[in-house]
């Protein structure tokens, strides 16, 4: 066992403290990381606050990590001491059911083990990437290629890969009309990389108080959904909509921004349920589905198409202790465009 140091929720809702976790001994498969960036995602707030469902407490949240390979298990081939490794929402799955072996272990029919308060095959409870070693199954570790920045990589272990797979799923390329809507860690995401895939990208944020970081991005139009005239002018315009927003929004509303045969794929997961008008989808043949992060495969896709395309995540680097004002300021939408933990300042 290795006794690291970390940060952790201790009950719904509560600041997060800086307390110390067990880590378990290296298996023959396993590969132990000294973690050196962890990004804050809206998920680690959803959960930590409660919003999925019941915890159990204290929570150490962290499903963006980055870091160096510091000891293989004496079966692993695939990585070696001093490799620079990611590791994002998924520490683990069946590896034997018909969605594991096509590499969508995000849908593992068992439940893949999320890399935070999930059971582990083990009986423990996983504890995620505000810390500064984490031991996970070589499988479920990738690599991170020398050109990108390391710190700025690490959002791109959920929200790269998030917003990656459903514009891969749906064919996002060249000709492609496509909306983000949100322009937050995710969102920020999903317009470079739909950008980089060749469609024309607009952006649906609150207000045009981020346009011009939006078309630094990619981004070829930008407009506020706080102004009606929007919802009027794009009517019918758009082939493909993400939904990256962490709240309830008027999904009727944005759906009438497809054309016919059009795809909204909300990735956004607020806890309440989000109401479908079935004349909306009905008028224009339009479809309306959801996508959960990616398999190991195809983030290591990600990882690579990053890398070549140049794009990283934007970031603000912060230290342990300000962890639980970056909640705050994630939950207001102030941060540009994802705070990434120092893991150095845990102690
Ligand atoms: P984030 O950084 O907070 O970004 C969310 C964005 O949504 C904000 O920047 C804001 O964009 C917009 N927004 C927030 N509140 C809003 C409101 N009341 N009305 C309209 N727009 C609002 O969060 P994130 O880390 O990108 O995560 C976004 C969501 O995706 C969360 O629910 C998270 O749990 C979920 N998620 C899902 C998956 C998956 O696999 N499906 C993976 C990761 C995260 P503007 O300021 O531009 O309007
Ligand atoms: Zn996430």
């Not at 290591?300 to 230290?319: K, P, R, S, V």
């Amino acid at each position: 066992m290795l006794t690291v140091n970390a940060y952790a929720a201790p009950a719904a809702g509560e600041p997060l403290v800086p307390t110390t976790i067990e880590r378990r001994d290296v298996g023959p498969n396993d590969v132990l990381i000294d973690i050196k960036y962890a990004g804050i995602c809206h998920s680690d707030i959803h959960t930590v606050q409660g919003d999925w469902g019941p915890q159990q407490y204290p929570l150490v949240p962290g499903h963006e990590i980055v870091g160096f390979v510091t000891e293989v298990g004496s079966d692993v081939t695939t990585h070696q001491v001093g490799d620079r490794v990611g590791v994002g929402c998924m520490v683990n799955s069946c590896g034997e059911c018909a969605q594991c072996r096509r590499g969508e272990e995000q849908f593992c029919v068992q439940g893949n083990i999320g890399t935070y308060g999930a059971v582990d095959r083990d009986g423990t409870i996983t504890q995620g990437g505000y810390s500064t070693h984490v031991v996970v199954d070589a499988g479920f570790v990738l690599r991170v290629p020398e050109a990108l920045d390391f710190a700025s990589a690490a959002p791109l272990l959920c929200a790269g890969i998030t917003t990656y797979s459903p514009l891969r799923h749906w064919k996002v390329g060249a000709g492609s009309r496509v909306a983000v809507v949100g322009m937050g860690g995710l969102g920020h995401m999903g317009v470079q990389i739909a950008h980089a895939m060749g469609a024309e990208v607009t952006v649906l944020s609150q207000t045009l108080s981020k346009q011009e970081d939006g078309k630094r991005f990619g981004a070829d139009h930008y407009f506020a959904t706080s102004d009606p005239e929007t919802f009027t002018q794009l009517a019918s315009s758009f082939d493909f909509i993400l939904n990256t927003v962490s709240a309830e929004i008027d999904l009727n509303a944005y759906l009438s921004l497809l054309d016919v045969d059009g795809t909204m794929v909300n990735v956004g997961a607020p806890p309440a349920a989000l109401p479908v008008t079935p004349f909306t989808l009905i008028g224009a043949r339009r479809s309306f589905a959801g996508s959960l992060i990616g398999g190991i495969r195809e983030t290591q896709e990600m990882l690579d198409f990053c890398a070549e395309h140049g794009i990283n995540a934007a970031t603000e680097l912060i230290g342990a202790d300000q962890i639980n004002e970056a909640y705050e300021r994630v939950m207001t939408s102030k941060v540009r465009y994802r705070a990434v933990i120092d893991t150095s300042t845990l102690g």
